[in-house]
């Protein structure tokens, strides 16, 4: 990917727009409601599928080498949280948001649907990884089903607002700027 300077810069401000949308969160037990997907999202909206998911990328990454930029902090050992699934299902929500917007990123219905499976993708990696890590790692012995209650059932409706919300602002975001994805 050969990237342009503004295409660097755009990468670099979406990461840290994600990582100001972990502290504007709503606490709920276990998987905290932050703004990390509209960022996420708007990402991979604005920049496209590759683009996007290296916001993303950078994000995790950065929280990965020690600084605070999660909800409860950052470091090596942020793998071992429950919630880190998560963070790394924004990576692939990003791209699979990018991949669908780019055939028309100024279709509200395309846009929303984008936004839907990219919601999908982040539960379909942080739902186990929390089960995972409840059970085997902290020894909590979470049930599947309140794994998947608290996973996601309790965020998907916030989550399906944040989409809508999302699809309304990237839409209107695109239609008055010219950002390239190739």
Known sequence: MNLKVSD??????????????????IPIPFVPFTLQFFFCSISGILLGA????????????????GLPVFT??????YILEPTFG??????FSSYIIGKIAEKNKKDLKNVFLANIAGIIVIYLIGVPYFYF?????????????LAIYYGCFITLPGD???????????????????IRVA
């Open 8 to 25: 660097k810069v755009l990468i670099s401000v979406f990461a840290a727009l994600t990582a100001v949308g972990a502290f504007i969160r």
């Open 50 to 65: 590759k683009k996007g998911a290296l916001s993303q990328i950078i994000y995790v990454a950065i929280g990965l080498i």
């Open 72 to 77: 409860k902090g950052g470091g090596p050992q």
């Open 86 to 91: 998560y963070l790394v299902g924004l990576i």
């Open 133 to 145: 890590i409840n059970n085997f790692y902290l020894g909590t012995n979470m049930p599947i089903n």
């Open 160 to 178: 399906i607002i944040k989409s809508l919300i999302t699809t309304v602002v990237g839409v209107n975001i695109a239609s008055k700027i010219n």
